[in-house]
């Protein structure tokens, strides 16, 4: 089961953290990703995270903006968003894919766990 949370209300430029905690299982063989999705759209890849952490990818649209770490030790992922625009705001979901070496941000990839989501908005 994965959950998310950290999501909420910021303004343009300011930042948000969003967390992602698995519980049942041990994931360190699982590479992580996020996603993000508005009404009426696809549901689009925004960053991911290799098992051990040491591969990473992100969309071109939150390169420079938005980092991606884990600990495998808390069974949590996280994604750290700067800079946030207004074209950010979105459900953001994080999922899970047993997988070694590699990550994904192709969100019909073969996941294995997905989460709820959390709502990111910004506005004034």
């Known amino acids: 089961q994965l959950v998310e949370s950290g999501g909420g209300l910021v303004q343009p430029g300011g930042s948000l953290r969003l967390s992602c905690a698995a519980s049942?299982?041990?994931?360190?063989?699982?590479?992580f990703g996020w996603f993000r999705q508005v009404p009426g759209k696809e549901r689009e890849g925004v960053s991911c995270?290799?098992?051990?952490?040491?591969?990473?990818n992100f969309a071109d649209f939150v390169k420079g903006r938005f980092t991606i770490s884990r600990d495998n030790a808390k069974n949590t992922v996280y994604l750290q968003m700067n800079s946030l625009k207004a074209e950010d705001t979105a459900i953001y979901y994080c999922?899970?894919?047993?997988?070694?070496?590699?990550?994904?941000?192709?969100?019909?990839?073969?996941?294995?766990?997905w989460g709820q989501g959390t709502q990111v908005t910004v506005s004034l």
């Open positions: 995270i290799s098992s051990s952490g040491g591969s990473t």
């Open positions: 999922a899970a894919i047993l997988r070694i070496w590699s990550c994904s941000i192709d969100p019909s990839d073969t996941w294995d766990y």
């Open positions: 049942g299982s041990t994931l360190d063989l699982y590479a």
